[in-house]
């Protein structure tokens, strides 16, 4: 059987959903994840996600600075400018793809303050955000006409090969879970135009973030992906 992706992405979590939400309506997107698309730790987050929202107590320098300190220093300071610069729009996002976040009588963001933090500025729901945010993004990603979800698939090898073409080939070797056993394991061939690996927690959450602005221009291009199971392309 072959089928045809544009886009592969790896992980069901903030990174990986929001990423395929993002670039699906530029293409086919294959999303795999180890269990089921409801298994991340973004499921798990309670406290809320950080964001400057209010600009008449709070402002990005402020954020840049707590996160920097919070990190002892040591964190890359163009990559916290990034991530909490681009923030609020990524709340947008979150919003538009159905993510409740709570708000005062007022109807504004209700603001908590976290440790860290020197000014109210986590969004949140209830005490079980990353669950609202897993959830909505489920069903946008289970809405969407153009995603695939390939779920119970356990990446254990990813090969990325060099290529002038337009399309990167690139072989994944999974384990078939649950039930693991190391001799049932699929491989599957893939010629995608881009790959997204969003299965790292925060370095996933960064990696999005940081690079999907520099594909976004030429992410019109296509490729093609060639998937075989086991039987006809196994070692
Ligand atoms: C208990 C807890 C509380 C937290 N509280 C907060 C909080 O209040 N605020 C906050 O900002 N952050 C919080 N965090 C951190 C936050 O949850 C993570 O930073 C964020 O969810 C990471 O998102 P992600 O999409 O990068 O990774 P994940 O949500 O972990 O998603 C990873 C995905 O990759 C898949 N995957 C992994 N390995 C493989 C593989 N080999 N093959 C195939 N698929 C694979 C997984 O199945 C999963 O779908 C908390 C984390 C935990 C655990």
Redesign the pocket.
Known sequence: MVRKFDFLV????????SFALKVAHKGKVAL????G?E????????????SVTNLLVDNFDKHIEDTMIAGDWISNRAAVEKVVREAPAQIEELIKWGVDFDKNEKGEFDLHR?GGHSEFRILHHKDN??AEIQDSLIKAVQRHPNITVIEN????EINLFESREEVIPVTLR?AVIPGWDAQQQNVISFQIFFAAF????????VFTKLFLNHFCDIFGITGVAAEKDASDSHE
């Open positions: 790896i992980g069901s979590g903030i990174a990986g959903m795999i994840c180890k269990s698309l298994e991340a730790n973004t499921y798990f987050a309670q406290g809320g996600v950080a976290e955000t990353g698939q356990f990446a254990i999974f969003c299965n790292v927690m925060d370095i996933g959450n």
